[in-house]
């Protein structure tokens, strides 16, 4: 049984930082393309950032130079640094996991291109 569970959110001043963790149970992070989505009310959706079974990193042009994406396969746990919060990086971020699927390069950021997602966790800027 695949879980994940997002923890770290919270509020923040602008310019602020926060770090949101994801720990996996059922898979193996270091076989697995896992990314940080969010979604804001009213809005779509989007990818963040993701890390394929390679350790290549992904990440949308808005948090570029501000965010972080790294795991600890010892750990199975999945992080999100992220730095010089801005009010419009508020949203709910997920955690997700291609279980047992092969992602290309190009689709790290689709949401389609995962199945299992964890409750969400709120950020407030």
């Known amino acids: 049984h ?26 193996e992070f270091s076989r697995t393309c896992v990314g940080w989505f969010r979604q804001a009310p009213g809005k779509a959706r989007e990818g963040v950032a993701a890390i394929d079974s390679d350790g290549r990193t992904i990440y949308i ?9 790294s795991q600890d396969n010892a750990k199975n746990t999945l992080y999100l640094q992220m730095n010089s919060l801005k009010p419009e990086d508020s949203a709910t971020y997920y955690c997700a996991a291609a279980y047992g699927l092969w992602v290309g390069y190009s689709h790290l ?17």
């Open 2 to 27: 695949v879980q994940l569970v997002e923890s770290g959110g919270g509020s923040v001043q602008a310019g602020g930082s926060l770090r949101l963790s994801c720990s996996a149970s059922g898979l």
């Open 61 to 69: 042009d808005s948090v570029k130079g501000r965010f972080t994406i």
């Open 109 to 125: 950021l689709t949401e389609n291109s995962y199945q299992r997602w964890g409750q969400g966790t709120q950020v407030t800027v």
